[in-house]
């Protein structure tokens, strides 16, 4: 599995089988609801998501992803935002956008070829977690001398865990799974993050998003350290919004919309803990 893919489901989390079984070719459309040739609802902004995928989504409207979507529905002169809920899991992008139930995946991965991708919108990347003064201060990449013997929480199949095999470090790691159903589970954020608060390990590797959240929620304290100095394995990702691969009109919009509303977009990111990455692989700062 490759990194992008690995991080596609995890960035969406747990994003789970991400989308296998989902044909790559275009659906044919006919002349529809907006532009020519294009099936994009003029009038209503029609979001695919999932509806318990916390800090990005879920029903009551309180994930980023939520409010970014009202952004972009008031920017395009949409009167309104309607969800087609479907769990990300395998079929989603099938179920949701390539069967016409919605017009865009308000975060997606960029490169994935699932979907069509607009510019990206932010960068993040994988962090690591751990308590203030317990030896650990200073640590800023995952092969320093310091986590020899340490207990590490780190997602199966995520591009930490590969440095982690590559600096000897698996024999003490505690593996969360990558596939879980949040409908019915906690995240594995969530349980990694209170794993570590209760001292069942010491340090968590998280897809930065996750962290920042879930550290505001579980103790402020903790030390969230991104991951910007890692060899071997792609620590930072470009996200995107994804929409149908005929829809060029539409990404085009969205692609304005991103240029022209990034420090808007920037500051809803940063209310929730959202670690930003410039291209020159730095931090920026709210």
């Not at 309180?62 to 009202?70: M, P, Q, T, V, Y």
């Amino acid at each position: 599995m490759s990194a992008r893919r690995s991080c596609r489901r995890y960035i969406f989390p747990v994003i789970a089988a991400m989308m296998a079984a989902v044909p790559t070719a275009a659906l044919p459309q006919t002349a529809g609801l907006g532009a020519a040739g294009e099936l994009v609802d003029p009038d209503v902004l029609r979001v695919c998501a999932d509806p318990s995928n916390m800090p990005f989504t879920d029903e009551s409207g309180e994930g980023f992803e939520n409010k970014l979507a009202e952004l972009v529905a008031a920017k395009t002169g949409r009167k309104s935002v309607a969800y087609t809920w479907y769990p990300m899991a395998t079929g989603f992008v099938r179920n949701t956008l390539r069967a016409n139930r919605c017009d865009i995946i308000m975060g997606y991965a960029q490169g994935d070829e699932l979907v069509q991708n607009t510019n990206a919108y932010y960068r993040s990347t994988y962090v690591m977690v751990f308590k203030k003064d317990k030896g650990l201060d200073g640590v800023e990449t995952i092969e320093d001398p310091k986590l020899a013997g340490k207990k590490v929480g780190v997602v199966a199949g995520t591009p930490p865990s590969a440095n982690l095999a590559k600096a000897n470090l698996m024999r003490t790691a505690r593996t969360y799974p990558l596939m879980v159903d949040t409908r019915t589970m906690p995240s594995m954020a969530e349980v990694m993050l209170k794993d570590l608060q209760n001292d069942v390990i010491d340090v968590a590797l998280l897809w930065g998003p996750m962290a920042g959240y879930y550290v505001k929620e579980i103790n402020p304290d903790l030390v969230v350290v991104p991951l910007l100095k890692e060899t071997g394995s792609q620590m930072a990702y470009r996200i995107t919004m994804g929409v149908r691969p005929s829809d060029q009109e539409w990404k085009r919009t969205l692609n304005t919309l991103i240029r022209e509303n990034q420090p808007e977009i920037n500051r809803i990111l940063q209310q929730y803990q959202v670690p930003l990455v410039d291209e020159a692989g730095n931090e920026i700062k709210g």
